[in-house]
């Protein structure tokens, strides 16, 4: 897969890192690479939580593993990550996910304006048929 344009692959990194769980994970990892069941434990999440985490966080290229003594290892692969994470920086809103009830309230909206529009489009017709 070809990488990502500079502001599309940061665009990605930045809705990675809104999560409150791969930022832990990342900060552990920096201290030194650890296997899933540790991971977990010390951050106190289950393990598939954990491994759903570190599989996106493996895919954007800020983690990777190695086998070792039957032992998948997780290990930060760019510590530079760590100047963001440590200085608490803010992520942007508009890369941060919403709650629920927001995204249902932002579909509603949308509903209402399609539905407006259908109403408007009615009315046209029916005043055409008269």
Request: hydrophobic share 40%; charged share 35%; no cysteine.
């Amino acid at each position: 897969m070809p990488p990502a344009p500079p502001h599309v692959f940061d665009e990605i990194v930045h809705k990675a890192l809104a999560s409150h769980i791969r930022q832990e994970i990342l900060l552990v990892l920096a201290k030194k690479p650890k296997y899933l069941s540790e991971l977990a434990a010390e951050i106190k999440k289950k393990p598939q939580t954990v491994d759903f985490h570190l599989n996106i966080l493996t895919e954007i290229g800020l983690v990777e593993s190695n086998w070792i003594e039957g032992k998948k290892y997780y290990t930060l692969k760019d510590k530079k990550i760590l100047s963001f994470l440590r200085g608490r920086k803010a992520v942007p809103p508009e890369f941060r996910p919403k709650p629920p009830h927001e995204i249902v309230l932002d579909a509603w909206k949308d509903i209402g304006k399609r539905l407006d529009k259908i109403e408007k489009k009615l009315a046209d017709i029916e005043k055409k048929l008269k």
